[in-house]
């Protein structure tokens, strides 16, 4: 960072994030930003997501705002989760491909099995071409392997919807395999559906490890306070949804193939659908791995482009369509 960055952080930036550090974590901002509180939780009051300025210039800024969440929401890993239930409350739902990435997704497993306050279950949904993951999984979670989509790259949205087919929570979480969340996190989003919301976006800050950094949590050892970034106002990668609310919004839609796009879609349809959570409370953490074969994150993008392409369809027609695609037996 040039020394104009650092100044400017540490005069306009540092005593409001000294001040909230020290308070109400949840309120730290970029200066040109604006939240507001419910008292619970922070809405991010713009579109898309943003690195917390702050914690890119000053490394020990982030490593304090990282101890300071986790400190409140504690993180807890286990191999087995304290009880299997038949019928579980949550569900979560994990999309996955590929062995490269297998100890992420274990890793994320002995999170969810951490989870305390509410009977879970996990449903990991393989997208390949082949089974190559199910005999390497815990034995409590539960495994659908699904064809790859018609151009062979990987279709998100297809997993999510097809482990909420045969999920049995009333309350579904579609998760990354890629994201450690602490030990409440499954009985905080099924508080606030049985408070009456169909859509629950928990996340306050996101914690992106580096490589070392992620290398340590796969070995067992206890989760390093040393982000590489801190990331705000991410619409996917964790969410929670009443069951009923996801088959009555259509899903996710299918027709996104590749990266991007699709959750900003399905938040379109959410609060055309139901009642919407938007308040973040929750720290979450993103193991580091290698960029996915073909991300591209330009606007040109295949998958931002269909995006642009149905958000000039209103709302209801598009719920009406994924209905009668995804879920044609629902009334």
Same mark, same amino acid.
């Given at each position: ?138 034995? %409590?979670?539960?495994? &659908? !392997? ?5 151009? #062979?790259?990987?279709? =998100?949205?297809? +997993?999510?919807? $097809? ?117 973040? %409370?929750?720290?979450? &953490? !993103? ?5 996915? #074969?073909?991300?591209? =994150?330009?606007? +040109?993008?295949? $998958? ?28």
């Amino acid at each position: 960072m040039s020394l104009r960055h650092r100044l400017g952080a540490l005069v306009y930036d540092w005593p409001r994030f000294l001040r909230h550090i020290r308070g109400d974590w949840r309120l730290i901002r970029n200066r040109n930003e604006t939240v507001t509180s419910d008292g619970r939780g922070v809405r991010c009051e713009w579109v898309y997501a943003s690195d917390l300025h702050i914690a890119n210039v000053y490394p020990a800024a982030g490593r304090a705002l990282m101890r300071r969440a986790i400190a409140d929401w504690p993180i807890g890993m286990a191999d087995v989760p304290v009880s299997v239930s038949e019928a579980p409350a949550v569900s979560f739902l994990i999309g996955h491909r590929g062995l490269e990435r297998l100890p992420n997704l274990l890793a994320a497993l002995r999170s969810i099995a951490g989870q305390e306050g509410a009977a879970v279950e996990c449903i990991v949904i393989e997208q390949s071409t082949v089974p190559e993951v199910e005999s390497l999984l815990p034995s %409590w979670v539960r495994y &659908i !392997h699904t064809p790859v989509p018609r151009d #062979a790259d990987y279709c =998100r949205a297809a +997993t999510f919807n $097809a482990g909420a087919r045969v999920a049995r929570g009333d309350v579904l979480i579609v998760h990354d395999n890629d994201l450690l969340v602490p030990a409440r996190y499954a009985a905080e989003v099924l508080a606030r559906v049985r408070e009456g919301w169909d859509f629950v976006d928990p996340k306050r800050f996101l914690f992106d490890l580096g490589e070392a950094e992620t290398r340590l949590v796969f070995d067992g050892a206890p989760v390093p306070f040393r982000p590489m970034t801190v990331r705000q106002n991410l619409k996917g990668g964790s969410v929670a949804i009443a069951a009923a609310a996801y088959r009555a919004a259509g899903g996710y839609d299918e027709s996104f193939v590749g990266w991007g796009g699709e959750d900003l879609e399905f938040w379109e349809r959410a609060r055309a659908q139901g009642r919407v959570y938007e308040f973040g %409370w929750l720290p979450v &953490i !993103h193991l580091w791995h290698r960029p996915q #074969a073909g991300k591209v =994150r330009q606007e +040109t993008a295949p $998958a931002q482009l269909r995006y642009y392409e149905l958000r000039a369809i209103p709302a209801v027609e598009r719920i009406a369509r994924l209905r009668s695609t995804n879920f044609p037996n629902e009334k």
